[in-house]
């Protein structure tokens, strides 16, 4: 093609330095304030600074930073998946269940009983255009339901038969635990997947425009359903690895833990309408949650509530800021 | 032969038949215009043509053999592409992500190789025009950037054949020359190319053919070049030429006897909006239209908007009937007697899920209302009054605004701006999208209104619209005035030329 | 541009499912109860019925409102809590200023709900959730996570006490749904509140105080949810801020929902979300009945919600 002379290029921003700077504050806020939190707490709380203590923090935040992993894909494509917080309970029932059978079935059949209900949930909104809330709200009571069948109405605990798989979620490397470990490989997996593949990149459309997504030949649907999958296998995954933490499989847990994923997302920066936001961000958001947590622990005699307080209003306030920050970028 | 034909092919949507026997044939190598008015069929037959719709009769034929395209994404990879009015790309994406989306370069381990996919993009957005740094977000750039960024994806797929749906409405003169560069590029390679425009200069410049459609018919099919411009209209709007000749385009009366000598019932002074607006001023006279003139995005819209309170403004002063509108909202504004009716009736216009009743009534339920309670039958009465005066078509006042057509949707809204009272109205784009015999009626009746003394500021894209409508248009580019055209020199030449001198003229960076 | 110029005729094939499909169902459902479910119509059983459905349909009205704007209200049963947990401290200043000081909570709980949608422009669902998270751990807090027996004659009457044979708590339910319908049909509120959840930008060009109504509605919401705290501690004679109003908000939504609200607003089937609370609990009351496990309940209510939103799905129209 002939090269034109005419340039079109008129650009909308005149101060593209101080775009740059809202634009590091918003993906990288929630860093900083981690930095910020992390030195409080290490300056006012000696076991605090403990290497221990590091892996105490961060094996406790393994199964909640999968869940909102899972959260992270299904919130840059504009939906919302409130199903996780029961099917890591169910998750973590059935892992406890199949420990029975070995090792492997333990980790393989919640992974895919979740990834089933993943699979209707993103079939429903897909196809049927029905709202991701909720659909995703009667999976949460669905997958509820199912737990509770399994587990004579939540009385029956099973307990982790296999030794293996026990030790799989007790034992560390390098003071850290095994489930971390896995942890880790899954996020650097997600971040690839999100940042350096065409799946990736088509997450993002879709968020960004769903109708521009599909004109673009995105295949929109296929997308949709396989970040719900995700979703549902991720938290299938923390279900068992809580299991093997805890060494049964625990109905009374994962109350609220889909909305504290959703904290954890937003407070790392995604976007909740859709088609931005980064795998780092979430992992400062749930670190901080997890951070927060652990130094209400450190007080000792504050009651427990006092975090959910705290959470909240963090939550707010980061919310709010970001609101602030997108206005601020759009009047400049 | 042709590269893409439809013969004999219809169309029918519950309760309109939208293409009816239309046949179109496109060469490649071809400009081919397609014109008509709303509603004329040319979208549905877009629609047909990339896979968004099927046809319900007819045949489709693509490179000779006849062919079936299920969805937009079959018909592009059989290498038909288009580009829509409104641009279709992922605005907080980066430039170069939405380029290559689902095309990205990979390295060996199959994952996207960012740099090169950035080298790429860069390279080849220099030949549209486009020298900015890939790498930022989309929405940052200017509409006409985004248009050209549209334009090189569409092309990059090994198009045979490309379709541009009004590809100028948002593009500045500099940019439509790029275009037209590469307009004439693809002509050169042998490409077929679909060109919907209003616009007839550009239409005469840089097409081949021509296809008139109207009422879902073709009137007219040929060689642009033999086909007289006043003949075109003609066609198109279905009059008699010399009726034409004789009347204008418009259902204007002509002008309005406005009292020269009356106070401004709206004053505008030093109006500025950071980077849109810079120092508006201009007065509407009762009785007295004025047109504000201008391409897309030169601070139109955002005028108007402003007066209404709907738009942050940073200086300048609006005084109504002598009386200063501070801070101004949309409920201040209302209550001072402005009446905007927006551009975009469906998403800041109507209410298209609630009735006919409850959208005339919406801006004035307190006075409808006793101490917080709604009487039905005040409602009633002003409802029937605004029905039967700007003879709203519906079932009844029950029926969701949502299923009226156009011209009854903008009739409603006009309701509801009227029930208000207002002393000065507003209006971007009052015809935009209806059928020709309403927009007739909506013009007679901005003239009655006038003619009852209301001040009326009149936004049109539609160069006859304006001059007719208008006693004085108010030239803008930019967000500033650029001129004014008063008495006998309100006249379409007169209108182009303040806007073309003044797109010459203008040296700054346009911030659209 | 085409389609704009055709006129639409509403379909009438679908829409009576959403409409009334839940009464369908009630008919149905009660019908089947009456031939096989023993004691059913026994005056006892429907009394408990209605006395548990009550704080549900209440809750429900509030979350009716805010979804008819295109909201949600994720924070009611926080509301709840915190309503349950002021009781008992002002319970000592008489039995008016505990409730009002209750009815305050909510009112604050609902306008910073309020502003954050309408002022700060989060969506709602973000916004709530701060408070939804927050709120139940502040009445943790103000209760230092103890169980209070509430022991006043006055609530205990609110939560248990009969007026011409009805419980107190059903009469003032049925009492909040007719100010609800009320309000929904006759007031300039009520139908700004429809418009803004139709089309906030263009009800908001036309001049009407959006902001405003919006705040309004998060707060008349919470203010409801705090009733049916106060009334859940009058029932139960105790206050638990750790148990009360817990999930209550899916139960609400449910409710709604079921009962034919779109949740893409404007528009509020105040009668349906009656309806469609009764339906949810005859439901569990049935499975109960022929000794069904509440695991089951729940799978079962899951599809009830799918098949309720399915059928009330918005019409591919563009």
Request: with cysteine; hydrophobic share 50%; net charge neutral.
């Amino acid at each position: 093609m002939t090269a034109l002379a005419v340039p079109v290029e008129t650009e909308e921003r005149t101060s593209e330095r101080s775009d740059r700077i809202v634009d590091l504050v918003q993906r990288q806020g929630a860093l900083a304030v981690l930095v910020v939190v992390v030195i409080i707490a290490a300056a006012a709380f000696p076991n605090f600074r403990g290497y221990d203590n590091a892996g105490t923090i961060l094996i406790a935040a393994a199964p909640p930073a999968l869940i909102a992993l899972g959260m992270t894909f299904v919130i840059i494509t504009g939906g919302i998946d409130l199903s996780v917080g029961s099917l890591y309970v169910l998750g973590g029932v059935v892992s406890a269940y199949a420990s029975k059978w070995g090792f492997l079935p333990a980790l393989l059949v919640p992974l895919a009983l979740c990834g089933l209900v993943g699979v209707v949930n993103g079939v429903l909104i897909a196809y049927t255009r029905m709202a991701p809330f909720i659909v995703t709200l009667a999976a949460l009571l669905g997958a509820r339901g199912l737990m509770r069948a399994l587990s004579n109405e939540g009385s029956t605990t099973y307990l982790v038969g296999d030794d293996g798989f026990r030790s799989f979620g007790t034992g560390s490397f390098l003071g850290i635990g095994y489930p971390v470990w896995l942890v880790a490989v899954v996020f650097v997996l997600g971040m690839v997947l999100l940042s350096r593949t065409r799946f990736g990149r088509s997450v993002y459309a879709v968020g960004g425009s769903e109708d521009a997504a599909s004109l673009m030949g995105v295949a929109v649907r296929r997308t949709k359903v396989t970040v719900y999958v995700m979703s549902g296998l991720l938290a299938g995954l923390a279900g068992g690895i809580n299991a093997a933490k805890l060494g049964s499989g625990v109905t009374v847990l994962g109350t609220g833990m889909e909305l504290d994923a959703i904290a954890a997302v937003v407070i790392g920066g995604t976007l909740l309408t859709g088609g931005a936001g980064t795998i780092a961000g979430t992992i400062a958001g749930v670190l901080l949650l997890g951070v927060i947590q652990n130094m209400i622990n450190q007080v000792g005699n504050v009651p427990s509530s006092y975090q959910q307080v705290i959470s909240g209003a963090f939550l707010a306030v980061v919310v709010v800021a970001q609101t602030y920050l997108v206005k601020l970028r759009r009047r400049t | 032969m042709p590269i893409l034909e439809v013969t004999d092919v219809s169309k029918v949507f519950p309760g309109v038949r939208a293409l009816d026997g239309v046949s179109f044939a496109l060469q490649p190598g071809e400009v081919h215009a397609l014109v008509g008015e709303n509603g004329a069929g040319k979208s549905t037959l877009i629609k047909l043509l990339t896979g968004v719709y099927q046809p319900d009769g007819g045949e489709l034929r693509y490179r000779d053999e006849p062919a079936r395209f299920a969805t937009p994404m079959d018909a592009q990879r059989a290498g038909i592409s288009t580009i829509y009015q409104e641009v279709n790309l992922v605005p907080l994406m980066s430039v170069a992500h939405n380029l290559f989306l689902g095309r990205e370069p990979r390295n060996a381990f199959g994952l996207v190789d960012e740099r090169r996919m950035i080298r790429e993009a860069s390279e080849i957005l220099v030949r549209y025009g486009v020298t900015t740094d890939v790498r930022r977000p989309l929405g940052t750039m200017a509409l006409g950037a985004q248009q050209m960024v549209a334009l090189a994806r569409a092309v990059m797929v090994d198009a045979k054949v490309v379709i541009m749906d009004e590809p100028t409405s948002s593009l500045e003169p500099r940019e439509v020359e790029t275009l037209f560069g590469v307009i004439r590029d693809l002509h050169a390679r042998g490409i077929g190319i679909v060109y919907v425009s209003h616009r007839l200069d550009e239409l005469y410049q840089i097409c081949d053919a021509v296809t008139i459609l109207r009422d879902g018919k073709v009137v007219h099919t040929g060689k642009l070049a033999e086909l007289e411009r006043i003949k075109l209209v003609s066609l198109m709007l279905g009059r008699d030429m010399s009726a034409v000749r004789r009347e204008g385009f418009t259902g204007f009366a002509g002008d309005h006897t406005g009292a020269a000598d009356a106070p401004p019932v709206l004053r505008v002074t030093g109006l500025s909006s950071r980077h849109r607006l810079h120092d508006i001023s201009f007065a509407v006279r009762p009785g007295e239209v004025v047109g504000l003139g201008g391409l897309l995005g030169a601070g139109r819209s955002e005028t108007i908007k402003a007066i209404g309170g709907a738009y942050p403004v940073d200086a300048g002063e609006i005084e109504v009937g002598g009386r200063t509108l501070k801070n101004p909202t949309p409920v201040r504004a209302v209550q001072a007697g402005i009446a905007v009716q927006p551009e975009d009736r469906k998403a800041e216009g109507i209410v298209a899920g609630l009735s006919i009743r409850e959208n005339i009534a919406l801006a004035v339920l307190p006075r409808m209302a006793r101490w917080g309670l709604v009487s039905d039958r005040r409602i009633d009465k002003i409802v029937d009054t605004y029905m039967t005066r700007l003879r709203i078509k519906a079932s009844g006042p029950d029926q969701r605004v949502g299923d009226l057509s156009g011209g009854n949707q903008q009739k409603v809204l006009l309701a509801r701006l009227l029930a208000t009272q207002p002393r000065v109205l507003l209006l971007d784009e009052p015809t935009r999208g209806i059928d020709v015999g309403a927009k007739a009626e909506v013009q007679a009746l901005i003239d009655e209104l006038a003619a009852d003394g209301l001040g009326v500021v009149l936004v049109s894209s539609d160069a006859e619209e304006l001059v007719e409508g208008a006693d004085r248009v108010v030239v803008l580019r930019d967000g500033a005035v650029v001129g004014e055209l008063t008495g006998t020199n309100v006249t379409t030449e007169a209108l182009l030329e303040t806007i073309a001198a003044a797109a010459v003229s203008s040296e700054e960076p346009h911030d659209n | 541009m085409t389609t704009e110029a055709l006129v639409r005729r509403p379909t009438f094939d679908r829409a009576w499912l959403p409409k009334y499909g839940v009464y369908a169902a009630i008919v149905l459902l009660v019908l089947y109860n009456v031939a096989f479910t023993p004691n059913f119509l026994a005056w006892s059983n429907l009394r408990i019925q209605l006395v548990q459905v009550a704080p549900i349909v209440i809750v429900a009205l509030g979350m009716a409102l805010v979804i008819g704007t295109e909201g949600i209200d994720l924070s009611v049963g926080s509301v709840m809590a915190l309503a349950a947990a002021l009781i008992p401290l002002y319970l000592g200043y008489g039995v008016i200023a505990a409730i009002l000081v209750s009815l305050v909570a909510g009112v604050v709980v609902g306008l910073i709900n309020g502003v954050l949608v309408a002022r700060v422009g989060l969506q709602p669902i973000v916004a709530t959730l701060a408070l939804f998270v927050g709120g139940r751990g502040l009445a943790l807090v103000i209760s230092h996570g103890q169980l209070k027996d509430v022991r006043n004659d006055d609530l205990i009457f609110l939560g248990s006490g009969d007026f011409l044979g009805l419980p107190m708590l059903v009469w003032i339910a049925a009492l909040l749904v007719l100010v609800v319908a009320f309000v929904v049909r006759r007031t300039v509120f009520g139908r700004r509140l429809l418009a803004v959840g139709g089309n906030r930008a263009a009800t908001e060009l036309a001049g009407v105080p959006v902001k405003r109504v919006l705040i309004g509605v998060y707060v008349l919401c919470a203010v409801l949810a705090s009733i049916a705290g106060l009334l859940a501690v009058a029932r139960i004679q105790s206050s638990d801020a750790s148990s009360v109003g817990l999930l209550i908000e899916l139960s609400a939504i449910t409710a709604v929902v079921v009962g034919g609200t779109p949740l893409t607003g404007g528009k509020v089937r105040v009668l349906g979300t009656v309806a469609g609370a009764l339906l949810m609990q005859l439901v569990i009351a049935t499975m109960i009945k022929h000794n069904l496990q509440p695991s089951t309940t729940e799978m079962a209510q899951a599809v009830i919600i799918l098949v309720a939103v399915y059928a009330a799905r918005e019409r591919k129209s563009r």
